[in-house]
């Protein structure tokens, strides 16, 4: 096909690009009064491996000249993805400066027909599906992309997940990648304690058809080191441990900044955290 | 209507490599084995699993297919109904949901198969678009149409199996969003859609045994409705009967009532649907639609006609 590979992923780079993306999500928090912060920060490291270590790109293609495919099932994660799409070129400073506002294009959950958006999600359990149907036209068309879809912890307790989980396996979908953020926070209660059956994780998604590996989310050497050594003969999942509101100390693990702005006073604390991390 | 389907949708893939079928564990009978006997890889079954028969038809449709979702028709519309609100007309993607067995035609399944009210769902999502042919003839037509269409997502509403034609002998072919008289009359205009176009034909016979000229029209876009052509049929007839397989919320008769209003419509008026409410009755096609009050007698003696 002639397609180029996958860029080379420098994970020095990777920490310095994530701690950016985050500082540059709290400026985006200053100027609207709610947005998900949190859940952003919790697959902000697995995002940013998806796009500058797995996505093959061809500029010559036009922009984003994309060579795979990126369904971002958690839809309330998309800040993550708007900072990458900045940085790539994707999206404009501009964009990001009208970030839910009405003179902007983009709102709190991705939106099909956006650059760099390949679908309008937002309602949990729909990306799996979506993909699913993505990675099988691919397929039979004899296209060698792959498709990548990150998908929220709690999207599992969604059963349309599960039907769709089915089918890539019987349909023997190799060129599906997907990407669990357990972090472990539904927005009303954790995840353990509601769903307690869920866990040991891998021995629900394993029987499934699927091969799966759990891994540190934040880690990611790890996470691409698990993706690269996959057998690759069926659709493959990380389990991406993480922690919600990861990066800044008083956001971890402390629900509220699910959907809450931080105030002026927050906000600057946040930033010393990361300038710090940075030094 | 199923076996037309499968047999046009055959010719249709046939030509068109972008056409694809998934179906939720059951299949249009006839020549859809054909199909997929020649092309296994367009031919998909997710099994008893509704939601993502409509998300794969989604993802399918962004990578450039043109999909078909297919089952009956209170499970490609009411129990995925959000995935094909989100994934089908939010992102305004080119998938044709076929629903079979629209109205009361499972006559002896019960409610839970029933579609009383799918065309008055489907089209209150911005982006779809609604069809119901009333006969083989028109399932060919519309099926065609929906193969080659690029507009968004498309509900098209079919009956079962054995429909008589109604259509081969009308004046005029089967047009995307314009009413079609299967002929024409001067005092009394039935409007009406789907199979139940049998009641409308009884019906037209009766009025001409009366003494009056009749126009029979098949509304098999109802989404978008032709009301210029609504507006034309009020004004050119001194009577107009609606005749539907529908609930009375979101029916064309409501609709018809509308633009009579707006467009000051001065002839006689009648809607006939189903009732508002659900029954438990079990028999033929024509034993529920009785049972709504439906029937020919029962429309009839409300017309006066008996």
Same mark, same amino acid.
């Not at chain 1, 089918?167 to 009303?188: P, Q, V």
């Not at chain 2, 639609?289 to 006609?305: M, N, R, T, W």
């Given at each position: 096909?002639?397609?180029?590979?996958?860029?080379?992923?420098?994970?020095?780079?990777?920490?310095?690009?994530?701690?950016?993306?985050?500082?540059?999500?709290?400026?985006?928090?200053?100027?609207?009064?709610?947005?998900?912060?949190?859940?952003?920060?919790?697959?902000?490291?697995?995002?940013?491996?998806?796009?500058?270590?797995?996505?093959?790109?061809?500029?010559?293609?036009?922009?984003?000249?994309?060579?795979?495919?990126?369904?971002?099932?958690?839809?309330?994660?998309?800040?993550?993805?708007?900072?990458?799409?900045?940085?790539?070129?994707?999206?404009?400073?501009?964009?990001?400066?009208?970030?839910?506002?009405?003179?902007?294009?983009?709102?709190?959950?991705?939106?099909?027909?956006?650059?760099?958006?390949?679908?309008?999600?937002?309602?949990?359990?729909?990306?799996?599906?979506?993909?699913?149907?993505?990675?099988?036209?691919?397929?039979?068309?004899?296209?060698?992309?792959?498709?990548?879809?990150?998908?929220?912890?709690?999207?599992?307790?969604?059963?349309?997940?599960?039907?769709?989980?089915?089918?890539?396996?019987?349909?023997?979908?190799?060129?599906?990648?997907?990407?669990?953020?357990?972090?472990?926070?539904?927005?009303?209660?954790?995840?353990?304690?509601?769903?307690?059956?869920?866990?040991?994780?891998?021995?629900?998604?394993?029987?499934?058809?699927?091969?799966?590996?759990?891994?540190?989310?934040?880690?990611?050497?790890?996470?691409?080191?698990?993706?690269?050594?996959?057998?690759?003969?069926?659709?493959?999942?990380?389990?991406?441990?993480?922690?919600?509101?990861?990066?800044?100390?008083?956001?971890?693990?402390?629900?509220?900044?699910?959907?809450?702005?931080?105030?002026?006073?927050?906000?600057?604390?946040?930033?010393?955290?990361?300038?710090?991390?940075?030094? | 209507?199923?076996?037309?389907?499968?047999?046009?949708?055959?010719?249709?893939?046939?030509?068109?490599?972008?056409?694809?079928?998934?179906?939720?564990?059951?299949?249009?009978?006839?020549?859809?084995?054909?199909?997929?006997?020649?092309?296994?890889?367009?031919?998909?079954?997710?099994?008893?699993?509704?939601?993502?028969?409509?998300?794969?038809?989604?993802?399918?449709?962004?990578?450039?297919?043109?999909?078909?979702?297919?089952?009956?028709?209170?499970?490609?519309?009411?129990?995925?109904?959000?995935?094909?609100?989100?994934?089908?007309?939010?992102?305004?993607?080119?998938?044709?949901?076929?629903?079979?067995?629209?109205?009361?035609?499972?006559?002896?399944?019960?409610?839970?198969?029933?579609?009383? +009210?799918? *065309?008055?769902?489907?089209?209150?999502?911005?982006?779809?678009?609604? %069809? !119901?042919?009333?006969?083989? #003839?028109?399932? @060919?037509?519309?099926?065609?149409?929906?193969?080659?269409?690029?507009?968004?997502?498309?509900?098209?509403?079919?009956?079962?199996?054995?429909?008589?034609?109604?259509?081969?002998?009308?004046?005029?072919?089967?047009?995307?969003?314009?009413?079609?008289?299967?002929?024409?009359?001067?005092?009394?205009?039935?409007?009406?859609?789907?199979?139940?176009?049998?009641?409308?034909?009884?019906?037209?016979?009766?009025?001409?045994?009366?003494?009056?000229?009749?126009?029979?029209?098949?509304?098999?876009?109802?989404?978008?409705?032709?009301?210029?052509?609504?507006?034309?049929?009020?004004?050119?007839?001194?009577?107009?009967?609606?005749?539907? +397989?529908? *609930?009375?919320?979101?029916?064309?008769?409501?609709?018809?009532?509308? %633009? !009579?209003?707006?467009?000051? #419509?001065?002839? @006689?008026?009648?809607?006939?649907?189903?009732?508002?409410?659900?029954?438990?009755?079990?028999?033929?096609?024509?034993?529920?639609?009785?049972?709504?009050?439906?029937?020919?007698?029962?429309?009839?003696?409300?017309?006066?006609?008996?």
């Amino acid at each position: 096909m002639g397609k180029p590979s996958p860029p080379k992923f420098d994970i020095v780079a990777a920490r310095r690009r994530c701690l950016a993306y985050r500082r540059r999500i709290l400026d985006i928090s200053q100027q609207v009064t709610a947005l998900h912060v949190a859940p952003a920060f919790s697959c902000l490291e697995m995002v940013d491996l998806i796009y500058h270590g797995l996505i093959r790109r061809d500029p010559s293609r036009g922009n984003p000249g994309f060579l795979d495919g990126f369904v971002m099932s958690k839809g309330h994660g998309c800040l993550s993805q708007y900072v990458i799409l900045e940085d790539l070129g994707v999206l404009t400073k501009t964009d990001l400066e009208r970030y839910c506002t009405p003179a902007g294009q983009l709102g709190a959950h991705p939106d099909y027909g956006v650059p760099g958006i390949e679908a309008s999600t937002g309602s949990l359990g729909h990306g799996m599906g979506i993909a699913t149907g993505m990675a099988y036209a691919d397929k039979i068309r004899g296209d060698d992309r792959r498709t990548f879809l990150l998908l929220s912890d709690g999207e599992f307790q969604e059963g349309s997940t599960w039907e769709a989980m089915m089918m890539a396996a019987n349909l023997n979908l190799d060129n599906l990648i997907a990407f669990m953020d357990l972090n472990d926070f539904g927005g009303l209660a954790r995840m353990s304690e509601g769903h307690p059956a869920f866990y040991p994780v891998l021995e629900k998604i394993r029987p499934f058809g699927w091969e799966a590996i759990e891994v540190n989310g934040h880690d990611a050497a790890a996470v691409l080191q698990a993706v690269v050594s996959r057998r690759g003969k069926r659709p493959f999942m990380v389990v991406g441990k993480t922690v919600k509101g990861r990066g800044v100390s008083f956001m971890e693990h402390f629900n509220i900044w699910h959907y809450r702005s931080p105030s002026k006073e927050e906000y600057e604390k946040a930033m010393a955290e990361l300038a710090e991390v940075c030094s | 209507m199923r076996n037309t389907f499968a047999q046009t949708f055959y010719e249709a893939a046939k030509l068109d490599q972008r056409l694809a079928v998934v179906v939720a564990d059951i299949s249009p009978a006839g020549s859809m084995q054909k199909f997929r006997d020649e092309f296994p890889d367009r031919f998909v079954n997710t099994g008893v699993a509704e939601q993502v028969m409509i998300g794969m038809c989604a993802g399918m449709a962004l990578r450039g297919l043109r999909p078909f979702a297919y089952t009956i028709a209170t499970f490609t519309l009411f129990r995925p109904f959000e995935f094909v609100r989100d994934d089908l007309c939010y992102q305004n993607v080119p998938v044709t949901i076929v629903g079979i067995g629209g109205g009361v035609t499972y006559s002896t399944l019960g409610g839970t198969h029933h579609a009383m +009210e799918d *065309v008055a769902v489907a089209a209150a999502i911005p982006n779809m678009t609604v %069809i !119901a042919p009333c006969d083989p #003839a028109e399932t @060919r037509a519309a099926t065609l149409w929906c193969a080659g269409q690029t507009r968004g997502p498309v509900y098209l509403r079919l009956g079962k199996a054995g429909e008589p034609d109604f259509t081969s002998k009308a004046p005029e072919p089967w047009e995307f969003g314009k009413l079609r008289y299967l002929k024409r009359g001067r005092d009394v205009c039935i409007l009406t859609y789907g199979p139940i176009m049998k009641v409308a034909v009884g019906l037209a016979d009766l009025f001409e045994k009366a003494g009056k000229t009749v126009s029979v029209v098949s509304v098999h876009t109802l989404k978008p409705l032709d009301r210029d052509g609504i507006a034309e049929a009020l004004n050119t007839h001194r009577q107009v009967v609606v005749i539907e +397989e529908l *609930v009375p919320r979101g029916s064309l008769a409501g609709q018809v009532k509308e %633009i !009579a209003w707006d467009r000051h #419509a001065q002839c @006689r008026l009648d809607g006939f649907t189903l009732h508002d409410h659900f029954i438990h009755n079990y028999g033929s096609h024509n034993d529920l639609l009785a049972a709504h009050g439906l029937d020919l007698a029962s429309i009839s003696a409300k017309l006066g006609l008996a």
